[in-house]
């Protein structure tokens, strides 16, 4: 049981690249999500899927859009990306509407 | 999107009792209080929620307060590892929004 995994684990862009972080979780949750967290701040929500098939915005989605492919697998895509994308981004699943499983981090790095 | 407000940063000693308010005025009838904490270097991790009555489990204890518009997330004893930025939290629908946070900061 691996929990919540992230891949990859460090990145480093040039403005305007794109990428896309992925994130697969085998506890058979429902939820999952996508933060952002900037050096010295709290977790800002990116996007959210409640289920398999639906994504919702959360706090600041622009510049980012997501796939659910599966039960399983929430990836998060960057088009183009921006120096103020620099941060680091985890993904969570959620078990039973309370208790949140995070995954250890991408630090990205866009110069 | 529902609000919480906590202190910036909080002291306590070493091997006593912290207790970590949090104003949640506009909370609704099925909002849950859930409370994380981030280490340092690490991503959150789950601590206690609850709903309307005060929790209790191996980590900490929930304090609820009658009309639900604050709580308190209360550890009977400090130890250094608890040195993090804690989250209190409203989970609307499942949306869980994290504030800035209070950071802990535990002296020996």
């Known amino acids: 049981n691996a929990g919540v995994t992230q891949t990859p684990k460090f990145q480093v862009l040039k403005t305007g690249q794109s990428m896309t972080l992925q994130c697969a979780q085998d506890?058979?949750?429902?939820?999952m999500y996508w933060y952002r967290q900037d050096p010295g701040m709290g977790l800002r929500l990116i996007y959210y899927?409640?289920?398999?098939?639906?994504?919702d915005k959360g706090e600041v989605p622009n510049g980012y859009n997501v796939s659910r492919l599966n039960k399983r697998e929430f990836s998060l895509r960057l088009e183009s990306a921006a120096p103020s994308q620099t941060s680091v981004y985890f993904c969570?699943?959620?078990?039973?509407?309370?208790?949140?499983?995070f995954g250890p981090g991408t630090r990205l790095t866009v110069t | 999107d529902a609000k919480t407000t906590q202190p910036n940063s909080m002291e306590s000693n070493e091997e006593e009792p912290v207790h970590l308010p949090c104003n949640h005025s506009?909370?609704?009838?099925?909002?849950?209080i859930h409370w994380y904490r981030q280490l340092p270097s690490q991503g959150p991790e789950y601590v206690i929620h609850?709903?309307?009555s005060n929790v209790n489990n191996r980590m900490a204890s929930l304090a609820i307060a009658e009309d639900r518009k604050s709580s308190t997330l209360i550890l009977h004893r400090a130890t250094l590892r608890d040195a993090a930025v804690y989250y209190c939290?409203?989970?609307?629908?499942?949306?869980?929004?994290f504030g800035k946070g209070t950071r802990l900061h535990i002296l020996p």
């Open positions: 969570a699943s959620l078990r039973d509407s309370y208790e949140q499983y």
């Open positions: 506009t909370i609704s009838g099925t909002d849950y």
């Open positions: 939290i409203l989970n609307r629908d499942d949306k869980i929004i």
């Open positions: 506890m058979n949750h429902n939820s």
């Open positions: 899927s409640a289920s398999e098939g639906t994504t």
């Open positions: 609850g709903l309307t």
